[in-house]
């Protein structure tokens, strides 16, 4: 839906020239919510404004939905992509109704098909329209009117949306309630989504892809998993923080750890889904009690025993060792007394 192709943006003022996006290539498949992030200056706002226009590339080209965004008007093209700021950026002399079909209106939609369509989308982002459609903006507190700025930028039904920071301005409770609620919302409607953060927890939380922009470039593009995993350079671990492990365990499925069973594989034991995380996983052992010598039978779509999982494999992944549960040689060396990582060859 949307491409970049070596698109770079060169700002001049007072005879110095600040390249803020340098070369910059990047795709965003069909339905897929791709978050920009990095520090202050990196280039990610200035990026997603130059797929609308509000930033007119100084190199390369940016193709959306199958055209260059230099040859489209750009009233039409705004018109097309819905967009979504800090505070909502509602008119604060129109209802909330009113300012959820601002679009729709400019598109010539009949009244009774505006009302509906607002109502229809009040109710998708949480606001009751009976208690909420006729109030105006400075009636509603600032997650309110961040989901009303939601519900605008998907009125006339853009394939695309473009996010600025939307939730930076709202205080952090509001904010994990606003963001529980757009994923929701994303696995209802399944637009194509950029949004840009600055907050890697929200990053992580949300996107489907994360691209990561340092000095107006990207240092690395995939998925969550994938910064966690295999990070690009020391830069990406150092912007992660002190998380990472913890966040890894959020991507880890049973089914990557799972070794094929052996016959010294117990008959019996828990059996979860391979699709569970290592994080899920570990709370499901705690609410069912299961002990030590169980390990976790791993299944796949089916039900099916896909492979074994022995407790103390589970244990190493989550930085932990079991105590031995009688006395004897030291498990941490090999037969040849060469260290051992105590993990099964």
Same mark, same amino acid.
């Given at each position: 839906?949307?491409?970049?192709?070596?698109?770079?943006?060169?700002?001049?003022?007072?005879?110095?020239?600040?390249?803020?996006?340098?070369?910059?290539?990047?795709?965003?498949?069909?339905?897929?919510?791709?978050?920009?992030? *990095?520090?202050?200056?990196?280039?990610?706002?200035?990026?997603?404004?130059?797929?609308?226009?509000?930033?007119?590339?100084?190199?390369? &080209?940016?193709?959306? !939905?199958? $055209?260059?965004?230099?040859?489209?008007?750009?009233?039409?093209?705004?018109?097309?992509?819905?967009?979504?700021? #800090?505070? *909502?950026?509602?008119?604060?002399?129109?209802?909330?109704?009113?300012?959820?079909?601002?679009?729709?209106?400019?598109?010539?939609?009949?009244?009774?098909?505006?009302?509906?369509?607002?109502?229809?989308?009040?109710?998708?982002?949480?606001?009751?329209?009976?208690?909420?459609?006729?109030? /105006?903006?400075?009636?509603?507190? @600032?997650?309110?009117?961040?989901?009303?700025?939601?519900?605008?930028?998907?009125?006339?039904?853009?394939?695309?949306?473009?996010?600025?920071?939307?939730?930076?301005? =709202?205080?952090?409770?509001?904010?994990? #309630?606003?963001?529980?609620?757009?994923?929701?919302?994303?696995?209802?409607?399944?637009?194509?989504?950029?949004?840009?953060?600055?907050?890697?927890?929200?990053?992580?939380?949300? @996107?489907?892809?994360?691209?990561?922009?340092?000095?107006?470039?990207?240092? #690395?593009?995939?998925?969550?998993? !994938?910064?966690?995993?295999?990070?690009?350079?020391? /830069?990406?671990?150092?912007?992660?923080?002190? +998380? $990472? %492990?913890?966040?890894?365990?959020?991507?880890?499925?049973?089914?990557?750890?799972?070794?094929?069973? %052996?016959?010294?594989?117990?008959? +019996?034991?828990?059996?979860?889904?391979?699709?569970?995380? =290592?994080?899920?996983?570990?709370?499901?052992? @705690?609410? &069912?009690?299961?002990?030590? @010598? !169980? %390990?976790?039978?791993?299944?796949? +779509?089916?039900?099916?025993?896909? *492979?074994?999982?022995?407790?103390?494999?589970?244990?190493?992944?989550?930085?932990?060792?079991?105590?031995?549960? #009688?006395?004897?040689?030291?498990?941490?060396?090999?037969?040849?007394?060469?260290?051992?990582?105590?993990?099964?060859?």
């Amino acid at each position: 839906m949307i491409t970049l192709e070596h698109v770079s943006k060169v700002f001049t003022s007072g005879g110095q020239t600040v390249r803020a996006v340098d070369d910059v290539s990047l795709e965003v498949g069909a339905g897929e919510l791709v978050v920009l992030i *990095g520090p202050s200056g990196s280039g990610k706002t200035t990026t997603m404004r130059m797929i609308n226009r509000l930033e007119t590339p100084t190199g390369g &080209r940016i193709i959306v !939905d199958g $055209r260059d965004v230099l040859t489209l008007d750009v009233v039409e093209l705004r018109r097309r992509l819905g967009y979504v700021i #800090q505070q *909502g950026g509602l008119f604060p002399h129109f209802t909330v109704a009113d300012n959820v079909a601002v679009v729709p209106r400019l598109l010539g939609w009949p009244r009774r098909k505006r009302r509906e369509r607002a109502e229809e989308l009040l109710a998708l982002v949480g606001l009751p329209p009976e208690r909420f459609a006729d109030r /105006f903006p400075r009636q509603l507190s @600032g997650g309110q009117q961040q989901r009303v700025g939601v519900a605008r930028a998907l009125a006339a039904d853009p394939p695309i949306i473009l996010m600025d920071e939307p939730f930076g301005a =709202v205080d952090p409770i509001t904010r994990k #309630q606003l963001q529980r609620e757009l994923r929701r919302i994303q696995a209802t409607v399944r637009k194509t989504i950029v949004f840009v953060t600055h907050d890697i927890a929200e990053a992580f939380l949300l @996107g489907d892809r994360i691209v990561l922009m340092s000095e107006g470039r990207v240092v #690395q593009d995939g998925t969550p998993a !994938d910064l966690l995993r295999h990070p690009a350079d020391p /830069f990406v671990t150092a912007f992660i923080g002190e +998380d $990472r %492990g913890m966040r890894a365990l959020h991507y880890t499925s049973l089914a990557e750890l799972a070794a094929p069973a %052996g016959e010294d594989a117990p008959s +019996d034991g828990l059996a979860l889904p391979g699709t569970m995380t =290592v994080l899920e996983a570990t709370r499901e052992l @705690g609410l &069912r009690g299961a002990t030590a @010598g !169980d %390990g976790i039978w791993v299944t796949g +779509d089916a039900g099916e025993r896909i *492979g074994h999982l022995p407790f103390h494999r589970l244990a190493a992944v989550l930085g932990e060792t079991l105590a031995p549960e #009688q006395s004897g040689p030291d498990p941490s060396a090999s037969p040849e007394g060469e260290p051992s990582d105590g993990l099964p060859a």
